[in-house]
C-alpha cells in the first residue's frame, strides 16, 4: 500500500528518514521551519548544513507550511527535537481537525521532555487528541544518518502498543539496506533511545580525556543496566535494553564520532565550555536536556543512576570530568546485578 506521510523536521535524521521513504515508493511531504532549507531541498536536492554531500531524491518535496504537508497525510513523523515535539504537535492538531484527518502518527525523537519528564508518545498522545489520529509509535534504534546516506546495512524497530500499526511502519520503512523489526514495549524502547545519549556524552568525555576501551566498555555496560533499572520501574520488558533500540543504540553512539552527544562529550572531556560546545554543534544534543529529565526522574524514584548523576553534575558545572570520573570509581562497592 502506497501512502502520503508527513514528515515534520527536516534535520539529519528527519530530511534521510523522508528519503527512505521516498525512495520507498511512497509520497513524502517534507515539513521545515526554514524557508531557505525547504528552497535548498526543492531545488539543490541537498540538505548541506545537515548531511553533507548527499543528493536527495528530485521528486522529494519540502514545504514550511504545516497545512501544505499534511493535506491527504495518512501518516505522520515526527521528527523533530524531543523539547519541540509537544510545540509542533500543538500546530499540527487543529491542522487535522480542519482537514479532516485521522492519521497514524509516528516519532524518532529520542529525548524525554524536561518540562514534564514524558516519553515522546505520551506527549503526542496528550497534545493530538484520540479523535484526531490513530495509533502512535516510535522508531528507534542504532541507526545515524551518515550511515544510512551512505547504504550501510541498518537494524531498528518500530514499537507501538497497537501490533498492526508497528507492523505499517515496518512496511513502510524497509527495504534492502534499512531493516526494521517490531516490537510492542513502546516504554522500553523510548527510554532506551532517550537515555542512551548521556551514555554517549559520558563516552565522549572520556575519550576526551585520552581514556581507552576498557572505560568504554565499563560505561557502556554500566550505562545499559542504569538504563534499564529506570525503564523497568516504569513498566518495560528488561530484554528490550539487550536490542536494537538498548545496547544496539548505546554501541553506535558511544563509540562513534557520527554521534552529536559523543562529540559534545568529547569536547567537554577536553575542558571545552557547555556554551561553547552546543555553539559549535549547530545541531540537537539531546542528551544534554534529557540528562535532567533523567536526573529528576531517578531523584524521584530512588532508581541508582550514577552515570546519569555524574554528567548532570559536569553540565551543570558542579563537577568537573576528571572529578566525576574519580567520584564515580571510588563509590563503594556494588554487586553487579543489584
Ligand atoms: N541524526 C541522526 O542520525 C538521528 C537522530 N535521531 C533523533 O531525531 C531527532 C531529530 O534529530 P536530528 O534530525 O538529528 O536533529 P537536527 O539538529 O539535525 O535537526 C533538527 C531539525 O528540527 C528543527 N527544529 C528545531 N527546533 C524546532 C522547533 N522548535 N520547531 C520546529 N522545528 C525545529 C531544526 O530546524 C532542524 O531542522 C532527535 O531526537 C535525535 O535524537 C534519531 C536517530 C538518528
Ligand atoms: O541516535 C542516534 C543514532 O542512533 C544519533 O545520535 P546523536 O544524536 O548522538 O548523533
Do not use: C
Amino acid at each position: 500500500m502506497k501512502t502520503k506521510i508527513a514528515v515534520l523536521g527536516a534535520g539529519s535524521w528527519g530530511s534521510m528518514l523522508a528519503a527512505i521513504l521516498n525512495e520507498n515508493g511512497h509520497t513524502v511531504q517534507l515539513w521545515t521551519r526554514s524557508a531557505a532549507q525547504a528552497e535548498e531541498l526543492n531545488q539543490q536536492h541537498t540538505n548541506e548544513k545537515y548531511i553533507k554531500n548527499y543528493t536527495f531524491p528530485t521528486n522529494l518535496r519540502a514545504t514550511t507550511d504545516l497545512e501544505t504537508a499534511l493535506t491527504d497525510a495518512t501518516d505522520v513523523l515526527f521528527i523533530v527535537p524531543a523539547q519541540a515535539t509537544r510545540s509542533v504537535a500543538a500546530d499540527v492538531a487543529p491542522i487535522l481537525q480542519k482537514l479532516d484527518l485521522k492519521p497514524h502518527l509516528i516519532h524518532g525523537s529520542k529525548g524525554l521532555e524536561t518540562t514534564t519528564h514524558l516519553r515522546i508518545s505520551q506527549v503526542l498522545a496528550e497534545t493530538i487528541a484520540p479523535e484526531q489520529r490513530e495509533s502512535i509509535s516510535v522508531i528507534s534504534g542504532p541507526s545515524h544518518a551518515e550511515g544510512v546516506a551512505q547504504h550501510d546495512p541498518t537494524l531498528v524497530t518500530v514499537a507501538s502498543d497497537d501490533f498492526d500499526a508497528a507492523t505499517h511502519f515496518q512496511k513502510l520503512f524497509m527495504n534492502d539496506y534499512f531493516r526494521v523489526y517490531t516490537n510492542s514495549d513502546v516504554i522500553g524502547v523510548e527510554f532506551g533511545g532517550a537515555l542512551k545519549n548521556i551514555i554517549a556524552l559520558a563516552s565522549g568525555a572520556l575519550a576526551g580525556l585520552g581514556y581507552g576501551d576498557n572505560s568504554r566498555a565499563a560505561l557502556m555496560t554500566r550505562g545499559v543496566a542504569e538504563i534499564s533499572r529506570l525503564g523497568v520501574s516504569f513498566g518495560a520488558n528488561p530484554l528490550t535494553f539487550a536490542g536494537l533500540s538498548g545496547m544496539g543504540d548505546v554501541i553506535v553512539t558511544a563509540t562513534s564520532t557520527n554521534s552529536r552527544n559523543y562529540r559534545a562529550g568529547y569536547q567537554l572531556g577536553q575542558g571545552i565550555p557547555l556554551a561553547d560546545v552546543i555553539a559549535n554543534m549547530g545541531m540537537v544534543i539531546e542528551g544534554i536536556a534529557t540528562s535532567q529529565a533523567a536526573y529528576d526522574l531517578a531523584q524521584t524514584t530512588g532508581i541508582s543512576m550514577p552515570i546519569t548523576e555524574a554528567i548532570h553534575a559536569v553540565l551543570n558545572q558542579e563537577e568537573t570530568v576528571p572529578a566525576a570520573i574519580h567520584a564515580l570509581m571510588t563509590r563503594e562497592g556494588q554487586t553487579e546485578n543489584g
